[in-house]
């Protein structure tokens, strides 16, 4: 069997995730998973069809056959495009109220075994990057590098809050930081996929980075990875 390159991107809310990843698609020519977008597109979809998190045993042949997500890299400085029955979603899950919702179905042990072997479907040639809070600590043990990325929460809520300003929502910086840290208090937390660095991980700090930095110094820490 062809052996597919995996490079794993975990860390919390506002960390940089989604633009470093992005970024080393696109210089890679590899494809993208967004996993934190297939869990938003699982809460687009649940609250669509009205669905509670226990009801995914009793409905799973219908939401195993609805739910079809595709990604698009795009281009640098945009979100990664987010396809769902074809459909552009990318603007309807990146909400305050769509992240909430999936903060529960996350925690939850039934979505999170329903959701492994889709995301484990993403791993195609030439490579993947994955994009998430437990790509390498669970779902691609095997990823051939694994970096987790970290930044204060006071520079996580001041991006997050650009980020949504850019789609015309205007949030309120104490209200923000306190959603970030009960999230990150949620996912910290949690029994099942907790979110924590992989042993083997390489821990970037992104906090006075720009992204060009970040990439440098995950190049400059996997030099090996990158040469070959």
Do not use: C
């Not at 909430?100 to 075994?113: E, G, Q």
């Amino acid at each position: 069997m062809e052996h597919v390159p995996v490079i794993t991107i975990d860390g919390p809310s506002g960390a940089g995730k989604g633009t470093i990843s992005q970024m080393l698609a696109l210089d890679l020519g590899w494809n993208i998973l967004d996993s934190g977008a297939l869990y938003r597109s699982l809460a687009y979809y649940f609250e669509k069809e009205n669905f509670k998190p226990n009801d995914i045993k009793e409905n799973f042949d219908k939401i195993i056959k609805d739910f079809t997500v595709k990604f698009e890299v795009g281009v640098p400085g945009e979100p990664v495009k987010i396809f769902f029955q074809n459909k552009d979603i990318t603007n309807l899950v990146r909400t305050e109220g769509v992240a909430k919702i999936t903060s529960v179905l996350a925690s939850n042990p039934a979505i999170r075994a329903f959701i492994k072997p889709i995301q484990r479907e993403f791993m195609t040639s030439p490579g993947l990057v994955a994009d998430g809070r437990d790509m390498g600590t669970v779902i691609f043990l095997d990823a051939d590098l694994k970096i987790f990325l970290t930044a204060s929460i006071e520079e996580r809520a001041k991006r997050r809050q650009v980020q949504l300003k850019k789609h015309g929502s205007e949030v309120n910086m104490l209200s923000l930081l306190q959603e970030l840290e009960d999230r990150d208090n949620m996912d910290m937390q949690r029994e099942h996929s907790p979110l924590k660095p992989a042993e083997d991980s390489i821990i970037i700090d992104t906090s006075n980075l720009d992204p060009i930095g970040v990439i440098q110094e995950i190049k400059s820490q996997a030099f090996d990875f990158f040469k070959r």
